[in-house]
T-cell receptor, first 113, second 115 residues
């Protein structure tokens, strides 16, 4: 059971480039989330999904897109990278049962220059 | 709107001493409360949760937390700190309600245990 896996671990992008951050979970969790973590700011929710084919915006969705074609995968797409998107990105998942906590991936450290 | 406050950016404690990391919350309705720990260059790990029942909840690695409804607090505690407890700790809240409800995280408190 690998839990939540994310790739890549690190990436440097130039302004205007695009990329996809991959996230996969093998726990058959319905709910999946993308967060960004900036120093002193805690975690901000970018997008979330309550099941395959269903996604919705979180607090800071601008500049990002997601899709959820399967239960396991929840990729995050950056179309036109901007310096403000320099951050550490975490994917997480949880059961449908709202009493459970979230399981986090190891993170992707992204720098946009 | 719901919110979480972690009033201390950093808590320093000597190894072997008891530790407390503070958290207060604001939510409309009954809360679900969580504590997570983050070690350097790692994702967050779930420590413990309060859903209902006993106000003192026990979690992983010897940590416990006390729910106080009147003070809207959920402080994290451990009777005897270890150097290996040094990490970033996040408090989180979610309203106890049907359907999807977002989780709000605090900004984190850095715990430094001094040998």
């Amino acid at each position: 059971n690998a839990g939540v896996t994310q790739t890549p671990k690190f990436r440097i992008l130039k302004i205007g480039q695009s990329m996809t951050l991959q996230c996969t979970q093998d726990m058959n969790h319905n709910y999946m989330y993308w967060y960004r973590q900036d120093p002193g700011m805690g975690l901000k929710l970018i997008y979330y999904s309550v099941g395959a084919g269903i996604t919705d915006k979180g607090e800071v969705p601008n500049g990002y897109n997601v899709s959820r074609s399967t239960t396991e995968d929840f990729p995050l797409r950056l179309e036109l990278a901007a310096p403000s998107q320099t951050s550490v990105y975490f994917c997480a998942s949880s059961k449908r049962d709202r009493e459970t906590g979230q399981y986090f991936g190891p993170g992707t450290r992204l720098t946009v220059t | 709107a719901q919110s979480v406050a972690q009033p201390e950016d950093q808590v320093n404690v000597a190894e072997g001493n008891p530790l407390t990391v503070k958290c207060t919350y604001s939510v409309s309705g009954n809360p679900y409360l969580f504590w997570y720990v983050q070690y350097p260059n790692r994702g967050l790990q779930f420590l413990l949760k309060y859903i209902t029942g006993d106000n003192l909840v026990k979690g992983s690695y010897g940590f416990e937390a006390e729910f106080n409804k009147s003070q809207t607090s959920f402080h994290l505690k451990k009777p005897s700190a270890l150097v290996s407890d040094s990490a970033l700790y996040f408090c989180a809240v979610r309203v106890n309600s049907g359907g999807y409800q977002k989780v709000t995280f605090g900004i984190g408190t850095k715990l430094q245990v001094i040998p």
